[in-house]
């Protein structure tokens, strides 16, 4: 009755812990809903970066869709139940790898499974290799450019911060422009 | 209450000199004698009424707690002294009695742990130690039992007192070696880490109580094991990690 990884039909390795019953279940002991909580966030993360998932809401865990290879395991029938997500999130949010969005909200989060310091340094990357330095550009054209890019579908929240991060260093500035928002990416003075 | 001699008994003792001696810096001589003739005029009275209620002590549970009371009230600790069992040895020969009902308590507990898993209520443990006595034990009440497991606590056996959803209960955990643990354990091994209370009931003849005390004791106190509320047999089943089979 050995505990296996397992592959998903997309192409994602679960780790072991996934095939223990007890794992989706919230613990009453504290330091092993530690534990447990360290395990699904790594997890979770992990599953968002290979799918590049940005939003997990507590009613995934109820409504089939993009997280279900995660929250949930039929081969041993098990579920990841709404308020053990929530305390999951609230655990995430706390470590700074999650903020809740919309704010003000804790049904909701946006995942960093790249903090906005790093995303700020993968655009500011690609808007240098594209050859669209010191080039007005719209949000739109970095979320959705012709050539997928590790930019494309970036939340629009998750963008800003990128920008802003960059700005603080002289290397963006937010453009005001007829329909929208616009940036402009530029090295700054040696 | 100090057991370190704040008692009357302590006056008894050779710090009495030195303790006069710095009473004396604030206070004059004659207060002192005054305040010396006081006390042990004081001392003889309660030692004349312990010995004229002597039996009745013994013998009525509520007359013998008031009594407790009235002591607590003046700062008197009748278990402090110098003879083991205090007060109550000096002057009413009850010193031994206190133990021996600490070892009456301690006898039913361990006879029970079986059934129980080591809690029992009150009013049984109560019951089972009147039985011990007999006839010639006299009553015993809840609050002696309780005076009794304060004793026992220097002997760091877990002897304890606990309210669980308003009912008192006695808890005597071994502290080393939980048998009933160590049992388990090997359950959770033959199960590929799986344990819940219908197999210790079934394959070890264990009461439910005694099952789910053990089990919840090993999850909530200990942490030794990882919960499963969605179980589909019993709804609620414990896991050992450590008896699980995990692939690299």
């Known amino acids: 009755m050995a505990l296996s990884t397992h592959t998903t039909s997309t192409g994602f390795l679960l780790p072991s812990i996934h095939s223990a019953p007890p794992f989706f279940t919230q613990q009453p002991n504290p330091a092993t809903e530690a534990i447990v909580i360290e395990q699904w966030t790594k997890l979770i993360l992990s599953y968002a970066r290979h799918r590049n998932l940005f939003y997990l809401r507590v009613e995934d865990a109820e409504t089939g869709g993009d997280w279900d290879e995660v929250l949930r395991n039929d081969r041993i029938n098990r579920r990841l139940p709404p308020t053990h997500l929530s305390s999951i999130l609230a655990g995430m949010v706390a470590k700074n790898v999650a903020t809740y969005e919309p704010a003000k909200q804790t049904r909701s989060v946006l995942l960093y499974w790249r903090l906005p310091e790093e995303w700020a340094e993968v655009l500011h990357q690609w808007a240098s290799t594209t050859g669209q330095m010191n080039t007005i550009m719209t949000f739109y054209e970095i979320t959705d450019p012709p050539v997928n890019s ?12 990128a920008i802003t991060i960059l700005a603080k260093s002289n290397r963006a500035q937010i453009i005001a422009i007829a329909d929208g928002e616009g940036v402009r990416f ?3 003075a040696k | 209450m100090h057991r370190r001699g704040v008692g009357l008994a302590a006056f008894d003792r050779k710090q009495t000199t030195k303790r006069f001696e710095e009473l004396s810096n604030s ?10 003739n006081q006390l042990a005029q004081f001392r003889t009275a309660l030692t004349h009424f ?39 040895a000096e002057l009413l020969g009850l010193g031994d009695w206190q133990y021996e009902l600490g070892v009456q308590i301690v006898d039913v507990c361990v006879s029970t742990r079986e059934r129980n898993g080591g809690l029992i209520e009150m009013a049984e443990l109560i019951r089972m130690v009147s039985k011990l006595r007999g006839v010639s034990g006299g009553s015993i009440t809840e609050d002696d039992i309780v005076q009794s497991i304060k004793t026992l606590e220097p002997l760091g056996a877990g002897y304890q007192v606990v309210d ?13 070696l ?19 209370e219908d197999m210790l009931i079934q394959r070890r003849q264990w009461s439910r109580e005694r099952a789910r005390t053990a089990l919840e004791n090993m999850l909530l ?7 499963d509320d969605q179980d589909e047999e019993c709804g609620r089943a414990y896991w050992v990690t450590s008896a699980m089979k995990w692939e690299a």
């Open chain 2, 178 to 196: 939980d048998d009933d643990q160590t049992t388990i354990l090997g359950l959770a091994q033959e199960h590929g880490g799986r344990v819940v």
């Open chain 2, 221 to 227: 106190r200990d942490g030794l094991c990882w919960l």
């Open chain 2, 164 to 176: 669980i959803s308003g009912r008192k209960m006695v808890r005597s955990v071994v502290k080393e």
């Open chain 1, 150 to 161: 590790p930019l494309t579908n970036i939340p629009l929240p998750l963008l800003r911060k």
């Open chain 2, 50 to 88: 312990a010995s004229t209620h002597r039996d009745k002590i013994k013998s009525d549970p509520s007359f013998r707690h008031a009594f407790q009371q009235m002591c607590t009230s003046i700062g008197v600790d009748p278990l402090a002294g110098p003879r083991k069992g205090g007060w109550w």
């Open chain 2, 27 to 36: 206070i004059s001589q004659s207060q002192v004698t005054h305040l010396n």
């Open chain 1, 186 to 188: 530029f090295t700054p």
